[in-house]
């Protein structure tokens, strides 16, 4: 939820946020319009109010011939503060389902335009070249007895699928070690529910443009999580946190829900766009004069993970119209996936600066000791999706697969041998 306060200052960073986004920028002008008859309309029932106990309270000392008149105008008053109450009412209802509707505000450095129109910021390694014809990940996982989609689909339908054998071991591997990593660096480790309350899922901002990608169960009204970032945000929901604690890190792991609506014939080979998958996710409350630092942090984190795994990648900076409602910014960390020839999102991270502690009201007292809200931020630091730029980038020609050096503690071997014989190709 955006500040107020701030719109009232400087309605044209809205409007020039929308625009980024390709939204309705007239938006700025109904909240300002809005606002000033809520205000209006507060003033008028306050003024009411006092004036209803002025006369309540002259009623006790009128003269008999007085008392009558006051206690007319007691009753009129009566109804009119009743009414006033009622229009305040009405329109702060109205400018805060206006208000929920609005996304935050994009910073003015990111690039504009939509999905296509993101910025490179950095190429980091050179894809690899094979004297061989590379499999894909799904070949490699059927070959190392890896992954099974086939009775992935059976069992619970299209985009779902087991992890068997060292599949499963090489997913545990990984998110341990995003685990390890976080937690050297100073991040508490967290294993949050999975299924939250509406009010949890409407304040990170996913119930918007993004609600038909959620799961809902609708016996018990709670939400099956896409993300750990949405409990992680709900943790400290209408607390104060310590000024002094801040930075406040999670590393939340965590199996993810997602309905992928909208993406009916995209990436249904293999495990790059499923319905149910595994991620080790970053969540800070920080003071937002230090967002932008540690979103840079968050970055960094992630871009170790990758160099860790000895993976080719790049860094773009999301435009503003390919932006969630929540992000102000995001920065993609994109691995190259040799038998596709591009690159694929591994990692985001964004930054929610105090939009999403607004609606969840998360504060912390600054050093005059006022309430102020914190700033968000997530960061991906692995996910099931990583083991298909793992199993093609470190391919070898007989289908084996060798393990990037950091891994092989947390996994316990050098090289993924084949148990099976490749499909005729």
């Known amino acids: 939820m955006i500040d107020l306060r701030a719109l009232r200052e400087d309605p044209e960073r809205l409007r020039a946020s929308q625009r980024a986004r390709g939204e309705d920028a007239s938006v700025a002008d109904r909240l ?14 306050e003024s009411l109010r006092a004036e209803q106990k002025s006369v309540g309270k002259s009623v006790s000392k009128a003269s008999p011939e007085e008392r009558e008149e006051l206690l007319t105008r007691a009753k009129a008053l009566a109804a009119d503060v009743k009414e006033a109450e009622a229009e305040a009412g009405r329109l702060a209802d109205e400018l805060d389902a206006v208000l929920s509707r609005v996304p935050n505000i994009v910073q003015e450095d990111a690039p504009e335009g939509g999905v296509d129109d993101f910025r490179v910021v950095e190429t980091v390694g050179e894809p690899r070249s094979f004297d061989f014809t590379p499999r894909d990940h799904l070949e490699l996982g059927e070959m190392l007895g890896a992954i099974d989609m086939e009775r992935g689909a059976k069992v619970s339908g299209a985009r779902f699928y087991f992890l068997t054998g060292v599949g499963a ?58 993300t750990s970032e949405v409990p992680l945000a709900g943790y400290h929901a209408g607390e104060i946190l310590p000024a002094d604690a801040l930075p406040n890190r999670y590393i939340g792991w965590s199996p993810c829900f997602r309905r992928e609506a909208g993406s009916y014939g995209k990436d249904t080979r293999g495990i790059i766009r499923v319905h149910q998958f595994n991620k080790v996710e970053m969540f800070v409350y920080t003071h937002p004069d230090q967002a932008d630092e540690e979103h840079l942090r968050l970055l960094a984190w992630e871009r170790e993970m990758l160099d860790k795994l000895e993976l080719s990648y790049r860094v773009v900076d999301i435009a503003g119209g390919d932006l969630g409602t929540s992000a102000a910014r995001k920065y ?12 694929r999102e591994l990692t985001s991270t ?32 692995a996910t099931t999706r990583w083991i298909v730029a793992i199993l093609e980038n470190h391919q070898r020609e007989d289908g084996s697969v060798v393990v990037p050096e950091a891994l092989r503690p947390y996994l316990g071997r050098d090289v993924l041998e084949p148990v099976a014989a490749p499909r005729k190709r």
Not at 334 to 343: G, K, L
Request: charged share 20%; net charge negative; aromatic share 8%.
């Open 32 to 45: 300002l319009e809005l606002d000033a008859s809520r205000r209006s309309a507060l003033s008028r029932f």
């Open 332 to 343: 993609d960390c994109e691995a190259w996936i040799p038998t596709q020839e591009t690159y």
């Open 350 to 381: 964004s930054n929610c600066t105090d939009f999403q502690s607004r609606r969840l009201n998360v504060r912390f007292r600054d050093g005059e000791g006022k309430p102020r809200f914190a700033a968000t931020l997530n960061g991906t630091l």
């Open 169 to 226: 071991q090489l997913e545990l591997a990984l998110l341990n070690m995003a685990m390890n990593q976080a937690v050297q660096a100073g991040f508490t480790p967290m294993i949050p529910p999975v299924l939250v309350k509406p009010e949890t899922m409407e304040g990170t901002g996913f119930l918007g443009e993004h609600s038909d990608e959620v799961y809902h169960l609708g016996n018990d009204d709670l939400y099956l999580v896409g």
